[in-house]
């Protein structure tokens, strides 16, 4: 169901501490990511290319129009939560595209997060150096 006001279908994805909130509509391809040009928001090709995985997958490359906007984290759980954000709005847009997708794994969010530091350790998993003496 797109939104009433403005035709667009939307989605949510999110990786690590990042968060993005994906906006889809029928178009000429064109990525906007907080306000600026997709290319220069993800100026690695690698994660311009994670990105743009669902619309490979379904075979709608340059069909859709995106607006992202995305907050927290770095740039790969950036890319990895524009991805999830995308492929859900994708559903959205035709529940047919399931199948693919799911496939394709690009409708599992990958819940691995940072460990916390543990009190009286100097990080999640290190220990101070043991001293008999």
Do not use: C, W
Not at 40 to 60: C, D, Q
Not at 105 to 116: K, Y
């Amino acid at each position: 169901m797109p939104d009433v006001i403005t035709g667009e279908f939307l989605g949510t994805g999110r990786r690590k501490a990042a968060t993005a909130r994906v906006r889809i509509k029928p178009g000429t391809g064109q990525i906007i990511v907080n306000r600026r040009a997709f290319e220069n928001y993800f100026p690695v090709e690698s994660h311009r290319l994670i990105v743009g995985e669902p619309f490979i997958a379904t075979e709608n490359v340059e069909k859709f129009d995106v607006r992202v906007n995305v907050k927290g984290g770095g740039q790969a759980g950036q890319a990895d939560a524009v991805r999830l954000g995308i492929s859900r709005a994708l559903l959205e847009y035709d529940a047919e595209l399931r199948p693919t997708l799911k496939a394709e794994g690009l409708l599992h969010r990958d819940a691995r997060v940072r460990e916390r530091k543990k009190p009286g350790q100097p990080g999640a998993r290190k220990h101070f150096q043991f001293s008999k003496r």
